[in-house]
C-alpha cells in the first residue's frame, strides 16, 4: 500500500518561504510522477505542480509559475515543494499524490 507523508508546512508571513516535503514508501517511487495539490476551505482541491519520474519535466498552476518549485530525490524517495514569495491566497492544506494515493496533508498558513 502507498504511503505518502507529507512535512514542512507552517505559518509563514507574507513574502516568506516555505520548503515542503512528501517522503513515499511502499511503491516504486522512481517509476511514478508525482504531485501537489491543495485546498483552501470551502475551495476545491486544486493541482499546484506535477514532475514526471525522471524529474525531467514540471507544470505549475498559473497562480504559482515563478514562485514555486517541485523538485524530487528519487534516492530519497522524496518530493519537494519549495514554496517563495508566499502570499495570503497560498493558505491551505497541502497534499502530495502518487500512483492514486494521497498523503494526508499538511498546512500552510500565510499571514502577518
Known amino acids: 500500500q502507498v504511503q505518502l507523508v507529507e512535512s514542512g508546512g507552517g505559518l509563514v508571513q507574507p513574502g516568506g518561504s516555505l520548503r515542503l516535503s512528501c517522503v513515499a514508501s511502499?511503491?516504486?517511487?522512481?517509476?511514478?510522477?508525482m504531485s501537489w495539490y491543495r485546498q483552501a476551505p470551502g475551495k476545491e482541491r486544486e493541482l499546484v505542480a506535477a514532475i514526471t519520474s525522471t524529474g525531467g519535466f514540471t507544470n505549475y498552476a498559473d497562480s504559482v509559475k515563478g514562485r514555486f518549485v517541485i523538485s524530487r530525490d528519487n534516492a530519497k524517495n522524496t518530493v519537494y515543494l519549495q514554496m517563495n514569495s508566499l502570499k495570503p491566497e497560498d493558505t491551505a492544506v497541502y497534499f502530495c499524490k502518487a500512483s492514486g494515493s494521497w498523503g494526508q496533508g499538511t498546512q500552510v498558513t500565510v499571514s502577518s
Open positions: 511502499a511503491f516504486a517511487f522512481s517509476r511514478y510522477a
